[in-house]
């Protein structure tokens, strides 16, 4: 390992803890998606380096995050089809001025 | 040993530059921006595996995340026009204690990574090839590739559905 492990786990924990401040922080839909994507950024960084450095194959922490990836593609997918419908019948991507639930 | 230093230094800037890049992805008010930064945040990571001798999966991300989740993120932000005032406050007001609590949470848990006696085995450093990668997913792994691909079909009609005029 080129740097020991703690500081690639601290390097994850900060970027998780930016993702989620701009998950409850931004008001544009897109922009909590794409801070969504930093959440899981910060997953995989921590399974690559613990497949790394467990005893365990590292083929299982690279198989893991192949998945991760796939699942945050069609996450990121499926979100954007839905602000685009939601843009088109209500005109706006603000997540506070959608409040059809709300009474 | 120079070499070493050098390679420390640099992982450790591509870190710091990473770590940059996605406070950018959350501070800029123009969301075209903070997609641009998304994407130095995305190469840092892959930077990030490749310096962690995961070649095949820095180069996943970046044909996947860099190629072709942020097309779709661009594409996403050019098709809802009004994002371009910059008038219309971007973040609403809860940002006081998300980061109050997000600073306590950092706090805990590093604190915990740097007390923690990690069960450290002798590092892994030979590179797992794309050759191995295939046989475990269509071995070892086969059923959650299975899995993974039903649910990249039913995200793909999902999309088309919903975004789709009537």
New interface residues.
Partial sequence: ???P???????G???F??????T?????I??I???I??IL?AV??NL??F?????LD???G??F???V??????????G??????L??IR????A?EINLLKW | MTLEIFAKISVYSVLALSLVAALGVVLFPSIFHAALCLVGALVGVAILYIALHAEFIAVVQILLYVGAVMTLVIFAIMLTHRIGDQTIPQANKQSLPALLSLACFVGLLGSLFLKTKWPVGPAHTEPVSAFVLGKALLGEYVFPFEVVSVILIAGLIGAVVIARKD
């Fill in positions: 390992m080129i740097v492990l703690e500081h690639i786990l601290i390097f924990a900060l970027l803890a930016i993702g989620i401040y701009g409850l922080v931004r008001r544009n897109v922009g998606l794409i801070s994507e930093l950024n995989n960084v690559i380096a497949s790394r450095t467990a005893i590292p083929v299982m690279q198989v995050v192949i998945f990836i796939t699942l945050a593609a069609t996450a990121a997918t499926v954007l089809a839905i602000v685009l419908a843009y088109r005109r706006t991507i603000y506070d």
